[in-house]
């Protein structure tokens, strides 16, 4: 069973990036199809993006396309989210999990979550 770890959030201004990294631990991260979903107070997680386990497909939600570039380093079992341009409706608990099959953006499709790591932009 994978251990996932996100850091990197914090308090950030409109129009700033930040950088998101799950770290896993346990299991074979390499061979993991992986996603990044936000949640804010009172509503259901979202869907943010998603890595192949080879690096070489990502998804995103129509929402961050263009502003936020998911990636991974196999070798450090390691994901990324950059995220820049970054705007008050982005500030939510960032999470990152573990995905049954490629390519899916629903929550209940995941499984090992991390703990979550929060956002929040200030206007």
């Known amino acids: 069973q994978v251990q996932l770890v996100e850091s990197g959030g914090g308090l950030v201004q409109t129009g700033d990036s930040l950088r998101l990294s799950c770290a896993a631990s346990?299991?074979?991260?390499?061979?993991?199809?992986m996603g990044w979903f936000r949640q804010t107070a009172g509503k259901e997680r979202e869907f943010v993006a998603a890595?192949?386990?080879?690096?070489?497909?990502?998804g995103y939600a129509d929402s961050v396309k263009g502003r936020f570039i998911v990636s991974r380093d196999n070798a450090k079992n390691i994901m990324y989210l950059q995220m820049n341009r970054l705007g008050p409706e982005d500030t939510a608990e960032y999470y990152c999990?573990?995905?049954?099959?490629?390519?899916?953006?629903?929550?209940?499709?995941?499984?090992?979550w991390g703990q979550g790591t929060q956002v929040t932009v200030s206007s």
């Open positions: 346990g299991g074979t991260f390499s061979s993991y199809h």
């Open positions: 890595i192949h386990w080879s690096g070489r497909s990502t």
């Open positions: 999990a573990v995905a049954s099959t490629w390519y899916t953006t629903s929550p209940g499709a995941y499984h090992d």
